[in-house]
């Protein structure tokens, strides 16, 4: 095994890199002073009692676990779609630095320097498995006392400032031409401040031009009216939707 640090930047995380066998990671020496692979394998967090939550996504299972003094999400890349029946998890590329999870941390950390209300990163790995296919994981510190947009409406309404601070959220990520390929209502977090975070940022990218910007709005909408004809309790409707709209084209 070996690591070394491999950079440094005021405005970035002070990332290490670790390989073994099969194994590449890199972590954040300031987030996880004493990292070990360790802290990727979900059965070794719930036997040292770190583990604190995992919950059932759209893309299987994500965990939080407790580490010095600090809490971190960790996120298994599976894929969707029909072709998750056949392979769930693997993913072709012999680029370390164009793996998913390697292009997420660095959007991540683009996005931070540019003051945008998302998680910092903390690790990444891929494990490659032969025939230039790999599976991987992100941890990312996770954003104290926020709730899901989509679980937050089925506990209440949100009132017309919360939903246009949401269109003015966007608007922001949006003007710093962020593109996110999949804006859906639990990817939106809503903290106790009443702020919104975005989070996944998988397959994200900075993209040029306008006419993609209101269809990830479009798209953010659409799930909320799919998950609302499912389970008819959530708390949205068309007035919402406009409130946030006129917000997000006002940019106020």
């Not at 939080?64 to 029946?85: I, M, N, P, T």
């Not at 012999?94 to 950390?109: F, I, K, N, Q, Y």
């Amino acid at each position: 095994m070996k690591s070394r640090r491999i950079g440094q930047n005021e405005n970035q995380p002070f990332p290490a890199e670790i390989e073994e066998r099969h194994q590449y990671i890199v972590y954040d020496k300031r987030l996880l002073p004493g990292f070990a692979a360790t802290l990727f394998d979900p059965e070794y967090l719930e036997a040292e009692g770190l583990l604190l939550v995992a919950e059932q996504g759209l893309r299987g299972v994500g965990w939080s676990f407790a580490y010095q003094d600090k809490v971190f999400v960790l996120r298994h890349y599976r894929r969707g779609g029909a072709v998750s029946r056949l392979n769930y998890d693997s993913y072709f590329g012999v680029s370390r630095v164009r793996s998913r999870p390697a292009c997420e941390w660095r959007m991540l950390c683009g996005m931070r320097a540019r003051g945008l209300p998302v998680p910092a990163p903390a690790a990444w790995r891929i494990i490659q498995s032969g025939l230039g296919f790999y599976r991987a994981d992100l941890m990312t510190l996770r954003i104290p006392n926020c709730t899901a947009l989509h679980r937050l409406l089925l506990q209440r309404k949100l009132s017309e400032s919360e939903w246009r601070r949401l269109g003015v959220t966007l608007r922001q990520f949006h003007d710093n031409e962020v593109w996110h390929p999949d804006l859906n209502a639990s990817n939106v977090l809503m903290d106790d401040r009443g702020q919104f975070h975005l989070v996944d940022f998988d397959r994200a990218r900075f993209r040029r031009g306008r006419g993609w910007r209101e269809r990830g709005i479009l798209r953010l909408w659409r799930s909320l009216d799919k998950q609302r004809r499912l389970e008819p309790s959530l708390c949205c409707q068309e007035s919402d939707f406009r409130a946030l709209l006129d917000a997000y084209r006002s940019g106020a």
